[in-house]
Every structure is written in C-alpha cells, then in structure tokens.
C-alpha cells in the first residue's frame, strides 16, 4: 500500500457537489500536478459530511483542518501554503469571529455530535468496499454467520434497544422476530429509502455516503430471520444514491460478503434496487411493498403485518435506512456498548437534517435525549440575524412544532408525541418570529391534499376541506367557529384513515393550533397576518405599499 | 413523430428484456423508456401493455399514479423549483413567483415556444442550500434571491 504524506478528503455529498465542489477539485488536482505533490498527496472523495451549508468543504489530515465554501481559485493558495510550507490558509478555514478553529474536533458543529450511523460519512471513499472493512465493514455480519445462531443476533438486536428510525419507533428486535418466527419458505428484507418528507435528506447521505452499512445491516437482518432475498425502494430523485448503492452491491457480490454462499457458509441474500416513481404515500410500509410488486401504491389493512404476510404475501422485514446503518455497529460492537448511549427506552442517535432559520445547516447526528436547545444553539450556531425562535418542525406533513417554550424538551420518541409532534424521519425546520404558523400549516396540508392516494375517503376529502377552511383563513375570510371545525375534522380524520399518511395528515393544524391559537384568532378576527406573510384581502394595500418603499430604496 | 416512434419500438423491446416482463417490472420498465423516449404517450403505453401481456389499464393506472411520469412531451428546459419545507421557510414562494412573472406562465405550464416549463417539485434533498431549484435535473442552483433569476434564464435562452 501507497504511504501519503497528506489525505484531502473532499466532500462529494449531493449538496457540495451541486454547490461546486467539482471545478475544486478539478483544479486542486492541477495544482498538485504541478507543484509535484501528486504522489505525495491523496485526494479522497467522502461522502456528505454533514454542515452543508459550508459546502465545498475539504478536510486535511493528519492535522485535521478544515476549508470550507472552496472556489477553484482557492486551489492555488492551499496548495502552495499548506501542502509545500506546513502553514494551513486560515482565511479559508472554518472561522468564528475570533478566528479559525484549527481542526475539525474543535468546530462546535462538530464538536456536540455522536457518530454511529454516519461513523463513516465524510471519512472514506463510498465507492471503495475495502474502505469501509478497514473500519470494521462486514465484521458484524461475519461475527452474526459464525458464532451466533439467528436466534442469539435477533436477541441481541432486542437488548440494544434499537427503535424504528423511520419515525414511528417500533422496536426492531420485535419486528424481525415476528417474521423469524414464521413458517414460510421465502422471506423477504425491504429497506424503506423513500425518503421523502421535504426538509429530510439524512437517507440519501447514507446512501451516498456509506451504501455498505446499510447492505451489511441487511443482510444482518437477512441472515436472523432467514430471508434469501432483499429489495432497496429508493426515491427516483436520488439519482447518485442509486448510482453508488449500485456500485456497492456490485462490490460486494464481488468480495463475498453478498450473493452465494456467504463467506464461505450456507447463507445466501441476493439485493436489488427498486426505484420510486415519486408517490409520497409510498414511504408507508404497505404502500411501499406495493409498488414493489409493480402496482399503485396504496396502502392496505393491517393487521396482517408485513412481518407476517409482507412482499408477495411472504414476511416481510421492512426498515429504514438509518434503522439498517446501525445494525453493524450493534452486531460489532455489542448491544451493552449501544445501550451506553442516548436514554433508557430510547436508546442510540438519531440523525436529522437541521435546516431553515438556523446559522449552520446541514446533517447532524445526536444521542437521543439531547435538548433542543442544544441541537439549535450549540450545533447549528442559533439564529441568523439575531432574530427570535419561533419553534422547531420535526416529523414533516405527519409532525407538529415544538413551540420555543419547549426548548428544553428532550429529543426522545414519546417526549415528542406528547407535544402532539413526532419523531419522524428527521428532518428538523428551524423557524423564526418571521414564520406564519398558520400559513405553514397550510403549506404541509397542500402537501397531504396533493399525496393523499385517494383510496380512503377520510384521507382524501377530509384534508380537502381542512385545506378549504385554512385558505379561508389565510386570505382573510375567516370566521368564528374555523378553528373548531379544523379540530374536529382534524380528529376525525386522525380516527378514521386506513394508513399513517392520512393518520397523521392533520398534525401540523392541530399542533400549531394547540401553541399558537392566537395566531389563528388574530387571522379570523382582526384580519392581520402577526408576521406578515399571509396576504389577507383588508390590509393587504397597506402591506404592499410598504413593500414598494423598501424596493424602491 | 410517428416515424420516430417506429424506430424506438425494439428499443422498448431492449428495456422490457432487461427488466423482465413480469408484472413487477413494469415500473422499472416505464422508467427506463421514459428515460430514453422523454415521456409516455398513450401510444407507447399500449405498446408496452401488449408486449408484457398486462392490461392497457393497469399501465395507465401506474403511469398516471406516480409523479415521476409524463404522458406529454415536456420543455427543452424544465425549472424545477423546491416546495421543501426547508425551501418554503427560507422564501422559495418568492423565488416560484419570479420565474412565473419572467416567462408569463403558472407553474405547471410550458411556455409557448415549448422553452421552459415550470414546476414544482418536493424535496430535492439540498435543504443546506435553500431555496434551491434545478433545470432539467441536473443544474442545481442554490441559496437563491428572485433578483438572480432572470440571469439564471438567460444561460439557457
């Protein structure tokens, strides 16, 4: 193996690629061609490394330095200080006010996080399986085929705690041994990658980042509940997840480590990908499994569960992508080292995207149990401009908001349900004083009403007339008695829908009417928008004649 | 048109083998002509319907179910906008607005030349960057200001 003085590892996650990260390193590269340094220098292509919003960004070790929003002509300059003369550029670093923090360790953003399912995001080359085993790939899977009995990995799962990562935070021991203690002669392992909440982007990182973690935490799951085959549902607008989650299975088949007889024993999983064709609903289970088999996707009764009567009728262990990630390290590491982390009952990290009003967006990885406050102010460096916050989103179309005065709340599964929010898949939306709840409100219901699939009444008309009811509201027609036809419809619906889409469809209304009524009251009876955003049809002039002052200034 | 459609017919042929033609193909096999013709007409569908034995309604059912496909042709340059919630709070109903005033259409439409088109899109998975849009999927331009639209259009008039 080549020894190199300098590892470059550049971030070629989706948002620094789209941001330019490419033209750098194109012409870092010309620069250590000719400064001589290409032998001397290895450049890594990671994946995302999570603070997206300082993108391109590049880290140096040993040293650990951090350059952050790098143009191509930045090339020049690092290359010639720091790789010939030792002294790293510190106007291109990572800076606070003071000055640069010299290494990664040390950038707060960082510095608050707790890496097990992204242990390998932003650190090796995704496209490269001998990359990830030298930092323990497939080691959990090799120690599950050779000395435990399905049995012994299913329980050792059940002791780590794991919850459901998708968001509703089913214990995922439990799920595989329902489907492990079926009778049937095929089973089936799913992984749920259609990600798509908007605001939520943890899944496609993984996928781009680390694609082995989740094939291994597969065939993990694959090999306790003795399923032969495997299907990944990925979401169509995640072009180069597709294309490296491609590369990675072709890897592995190559190593061993999947396909035939796995290393060596009597275990076989075969995976192939599946790729959405944009349908929301499709992230619930059963709708999920559906479009596998080549129909619409709508969701059907349960019970049955897909662990007992699952793809094509066979059980079925469907999870999430970040619930497959942390199987390795489980298996690795021991479910008593997993249990270390986060809370009792809630056990372990959770990923979120953080994005929004918030100074420094992007993905994180938190044990759970941590504060809000935390999450906002030390990871993501508070709000900008100094202005005030609001509340916080979790959960998408199926959550709520967690209002300011519950900063302090811890991020756990029942914490946040009993907000009247969720957990949800993770993204996590920042919001300032300049956000209208009941315009957000509006805006996730015009969401539900586009994605409802239309098999259940409830679900389908019901969040019409919510939505009716909320543009009344809005645009300034709104009347006495709005706000409690919003909370019966909205519970109605939340009893009577056949799938969790239509289930929890009208959360954002209830949710920001438990904590911001008077918002709600201030549109319908002083016709006034507190934070001027809705258009309400009296004191609209009065708005727009502001806003051509401020233009015209 | 039709004549081109003649010539693409083996093609489909190649997609439907690759796939397979089993009935839990036939999304895989809708994307990948899709990807090679630009959208599905109702011609192709039957096409398709006949060469995988299923039902022309089951085809339709799927195509018209799922956003990802097309039954028309679309723009030289389709604008997808992010409606994200990241996007929405950071001011991606403005950025919608702009580009709706500088081509004279409403999103969802096609500009008359058949130019632009513009629509809305969920989640591009950018949210670091909002308010983020990409142009024909692969351009993405990101922490966007209405102010920089009409310069954006320019580079692909």
């Known amino acids: 193996m080549k020894i190199y003085r300098i590892h470059a590892l550049i971030c070629a996650g989706g948002q620094c690629i789209s941001a330019g990260g490419d033209s750098f390193e194109s012409a870092l590269k010309k620069e250590l061609q000719a400064a001589d340094l290409a032998e001397e220098i290895q450049i890594v292509e990671t994946g995302c490394m999570g603070s997206c919003e300082m993108g391109p960004m590049m880290v140096i070790y040993p040293e650990g330095v951090v350059y952050v929003r790098l143009k191509p002509e930045d090339a020049e300059i690092i290359t010639k200080e720091h790789f010939l003369k030792g002294r790293p550029v510190e106007h291109l670093m990572w800076r606070k006010e003071e000055g640069a923090f010299p290494r990664l360790e040390e950038v707060p953003f960082f510095a608050h996080q707790t890496k097990l399912v992204l242990r390998n995001c932003g650190l090796i080359n995704p496209e490269n399986i001998e990359e990830y085993i030298a930092r323990d790939g497939y080691q959990g899977l090799a120690k599950a085929i050779a000395d435990k009995d399905p049995k012994l990995v299913i329980d050792e799962i059940k002791k780590s705690g794991l919850r459901g990562r998708g968001g509703a935070g089913f214990p995922t021991g439990r799920k595989w041994e329902t489907a492990y203690l079926q009778t049937s002669d095929i089973k089936y392992v799913v992984c749920n990658a259609d990600e798509g909440d908007p605001g939520a982007y943890m899944d496609r990182s993984v996928l781009e980042g680390d694609p082995h973690s989740v094939i291994e935490g597969m065939a993990i799951a694959a090999y306790a509940i003795g399923a032969q085959k495997g299907y990944v549902y990925v979401r169509a607008e995640y072009p180069l997840a597709i294309k490296r989650l491609t590369h990675a299975i072709k890897q592995a088949k190559q190593s061993g480590v999947l396909g035939q007889q796995i290393l060596g024993s009597d275990f076989s999983f075969d995976l192939e990908i599946r790729v959405g064709a944009g349908a929301f609903v499709c992230g619930e289970e059963t709708a999920?499994?559906?479009?596998?088999?080549?129909?619409?996707?709508e969701p059907k009764?349960?019970?049955?569960?897909?662990?007992?009567?699952?793809?094509?009728?066979?059980?079925?262990?469907?999870?999430?992508?970040?619930?497959?990630?942390?199987?390795?390290?489980?298996?690795?590491?021991?479910?008593?080292?997993?249990?270390?982390?986060?809370?009792?009952?809630?056990?372990?990290?959770?990923?979120?995207?953080?994005?929004?009003?918030?100074?420094?967006?992007?993905?994180?990885?938190?044990?759970?149990g941590i504060s809000l406050r935390k999450i906002i102010f030390d990871i993501g460096g508070g709000i900008p401009h100094n202005k005030q916050f609001k509340g916080a989103l979790t959960g998408g179309p199926s959550g709520g908001v967690i209002p300011a005065t519950h900063i302090d709340t811890p991020i756990d599964y029942e914490s946040l349900n009993s907000l009247g929010s969720m957990m949800g898949s993770g993204g996590l939306i920042v919001m300032d004083e300049d956000s209208c709840m009941v315009d957000i409100a509006k805006f996730f219901l015009k969401f539900t009403v586009d994605e409802s699939c239309g098999k259940c009444t409830p679900c389908r008309e019901g969040t019409k007339q919510m939505l009716n009811i909320l543009e009344k509201i809005t645009s300034g027609q709104g009347e006495e008695g709005d706000i409690e036809r919003l909370e019966e419809l909205g519970n109605t619906i939340k009893q009577t829908s056949l799938c969790n889409l239509g289930q929890s469809a009208p959360n954002p209304v209830l949710s920001t009417i438990r904590w911001f009524r008077n918002e709600y009251e201030s549109h319908i009876r002083d016709k006034k928008c507190l934070c001027n955003v809705c258009t309400l049809s009296s004191p609209v002039?009065?708005?727009?004649?502001?806003?051509?002052?401020?233009?015209?200034? | 048109m039709e004549t081109s459609r003649e010539e693409s017919f083996p093609q489909i042929d190649l997609v439907i083998k690759r796939e397979g033609n089993k009935v839990e193909s036939l999304i895989q096999v809708l994307?990948?002509?899709?990807?090679?013709?630009?959208?599905?007409?109702?011609?192709?569908?039957?096409?398709?319907?006949?060469?995988?034995?299923i039902p022309p309604s089951k085809v339709f059912g799927i195509v018209s179910f799922y956003n990802f496909f097309k039954t028309t042709k679309d723009a030289d340059h389709v604008i997808m906008v992010c409606m994200?919630?990241?996007?929405?709070?950071?001011?991606?109903?403005?950025?919608?607005?702009?580009?709706e005033s500088e081509l004279h259409i409403r999103k969802g439409q096609i500009t008359p030349d058949k130019k632009f088109s513009i629509r809305e899109v969920r989640c591009l998975g950018a949210c670091g960057m909002a308010p983020v849009i990409s142009v024909d999927g692969t351009d993405i331009y990101g922490r966007l200001t209405p102010e920089q639209i009409p310069g954006i259009l320019s580079k692909y008039q």
């Open chain 1, 288 to 297: 999920l499994l559906n479009s596998i088999e080549g129909n619409r996707g």
């Open chain 2, 31 to 53: 994307h990948g002509v899709q990807e090679m013709l630009g959208y599905l007409s109702v011609e192709t569908q039957d096409y398709i319907a006949k060469e995988m034995n």
């Open chain 1, 541 to 553: 002039k009065e708005v727009k004649k502001h806003a051509r002052k401020k233009i015209s200034h």
């Open chain 2, 84 to 99: 994200g919630t990241a996007c929405y709070v950071k001011g991606a109903a403005e950025v919608m607005k702009k580009f």
């Open chain 1, 301 to 368: 009764k349960k019970p049955p569960f897909p662990a007992e009567k699952g793809l094509f009728g066979k059980p079925t262990v469907i999870n999430n992508v970040e619930t497959f990630a942390n199987i390795p390290v489980i298996m690795t590491k021991g479910a008593d080292f997993f249990q270390t982390i986060g809370v009792p009952n809630n056990t372990g990290t959770k990923v979120f995207s953080l994005a929004g009003k918030v100074n420094t967006t992007g993905l994180i990885e938190v044990p759970l």
